[in-house]
């Protein structure tokens, strides 16, 4: 299991991580990343690292638990 972290005040609301994983990121009216689920299982993190990188400004992170 591995814990996802958002950065709420740099996100910029590019959405690129929304086009990786949209089961776990989502943007709420104000243009500010939403995450929809903190914990990813371990068969699901690369894919959503993927979409963490993807951030422009850096704004997410997968860690271990
Ligand atoms: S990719 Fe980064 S800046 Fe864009 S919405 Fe996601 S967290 Fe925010």
């Known amino acids: 299991m591995a814990v996802v972290k ?3 005040g740099a996100c ?3 959405a690129n991580c929304i086009m990786g ?3 776990v990121f989502d943007i709420d009216d104000d243009g ?3 995450v ?3 914990e990813v299982e371990e ?3 690369a894919r959503v690292e993927a979409a963490a990188r993807s951030c422009p400004v850096s704004a997410l992170a ?3 638990r």
């Open 6 to 8: 958002a950065d709420l």
């Open 12 to 14: 910029q609301g590019y």
């Open 21 to 23: 994983a949209d089961d």
């Open 32 to 34: 500010v990343v939403v």
């Open 36 to 38: 929809l689920r903190t």
């Open 43 to 45: 068969s699901e993190r």
């Open 62 to 64: 997968v860690e271990d």
